[in-house]
């Protein structure tokens, strides 16, 4: 019996010496010891290991590994804060008296700030996997019964958010689903979040999913021009155009001097032919904001299309016809004429646009305007 209870107290004695190895610095000799005493192969630690106070001691060293700015001392765990959580955890398991519920508890909160300064530090470095792992582990804890019986109904969404946004940097776009989702069940960032949910499903190749997440947000979120947005571009991208243009009316309502919504009208317009209604908003857009690029490019566009489709109907004409022939090229001409300024503008507002340059090239051309088709030529290496 003497030789048994002196096997009990050398087992804990060496979990002592652990903890006062880690508490003096000296981590490597701290996880030799703790290793002794957690080992299963290891007869003297048939009493050790089944102690809570082990799996404790166990959970400190390795929250100080982390801790440590000795890269040696880093070196010796790969994934320090797992292993701590995964002890502190067995010690609760193990801790059926409740003797060492209270310190394991105070571990954990300090664990949850290292594991967030380490998802920090991951997605900041791009290593996204190890942040979502990360951010995973704080939910993890927060379940913890010990942890959860001060506060049983909390949610914290901002670790949620932060989840779902680690999860589809990481390409996890269902985690991503899943995270959002959850957040978005509390209002956590609003619509945004909404967005963020239809996105991670566009990602996966749902577009149904995707369209009920903005349709979700919508109905919540009537006011939010973001979830309008991107509720409008997935109708566009799913050829729904005639839904597309019912919500830009509804966008351009509540923000009239957005100049994207009005670009975005042009185009559906163009899409159903109606060029009259594409020209006025185009129009509307660069009244807006004199120097949108792109309002200027698809009117001028539009215009030397037509001046395109007008030489095909020229060239059509039978060759014994020569007075219509003349007549039909100069339709075209009129065409032309009315591309020029708007991608003369184009070019004054992005005078490297190459494909403003090539228009222009062809304009000044049919215009037979031999000096300025050679600046362009120039301008274009040619």
């Avoid at 502190?88 to 594991?115: G, H, P, Q």
Wanted: proline content about 3%; charged content about 30%.
């Amino acid at each position: 019996m003497v030789f048994s209870v002196s096997a009990v107290f050398a087992q804990k004695g060496k979990v002592t010496s652990a903890q006062n190895l880690k508490d003096t610095g000296k981590l490597d000799k701290a996880l030799e010891a703790i290793n002794e005493a957690t080992d299963p192969s290891n007869d003297k630690a048939e009493k050790s290991l089944p102690w809570p106070k082990t799996w404790e001691v166990k959970g400190e060293i390795f929250q100080a590994i982390f801790a440590s700015q000795d890269q040696n001392v880093k070196a010796l765990s790969d994934d320090p804060l797992t292993v701590a959580l995964e002890s502190y955890k067995k010690a609760l398991e193990l801790d059926d008296k409740d003797k060492f519920s209270k310190s394991v508890k105070i571990k954990l909160t300090l664990l949850t700030n290292d594991l967030t300064n380490q998802a920090v530090e991951a997605f900041q470095n791009n290593d996204y996997e190890l942040a979502l792992k990360s951010f995973e582990q704080i939910l993890d804890i927060q379940d913890i019964p010990v942890v959860k019986e001060d506060n049983p109904e909390a949610v914290d969404t901002v670790i949620l958010f932060n989840s779902g946004l680690a999860a589809f940097n990481a390409q996890n776009f269902e985690k991503a689903v899943k995270y959002y989702g959850e957040a978005a069940k509390y209002g956590y960032n609003g619509a945004r979040t909404y967005s963020l949910i239809s996105e991670s499903y566009i990602q996966m190749q749902d577009t149904v999913n995707a369209l009920k997440a903005v349709q979700e947000g919508f109905e919540k979120y009537p006011e939010d021009n973001g979830v309008l947005t991107s509720m409008i571009d997935l109708y566009m991208k799913i050829g729904k155009n005639e839904e597309a243009l019912k919500y830009l009316d509804m966008a351009i309502e509540q923000d009239p001097n957005n100049v994207t919504y009005y670009f975005a009208k042009g185009a559906l317009y163009e899409k159903f032919g109606e060029e009259e209604n594409a020209v006025a908003a185009y129009q509307k857009a660069s009244e807006i904001d004199p120097t949108f690029f792109n309002a200027y490019y698809n009117l001028g566009a539009l215009y030397y299309n037509k001046g395109v489709k007008q030489i095909e109907v020229a060239n059509a004409v039978p060759a014994n016809e020569n007075e219509k022939y003349e007549a039909e090229l100069k339709k075209a001409d009129v065409w032309f004429e009315k591309a020029l300024p708007f991608m003369e503008k184009c070019h004054e507002l992005n005078p490297e646009d190459e494909m403003t340059l090539e228009s222009l090239k062809n304009l000044y051309y049919r215009m037979k305007n031999m000096d300025k088709y050679n600046e362009v030529l120039e301008k274009l290496g040619q």
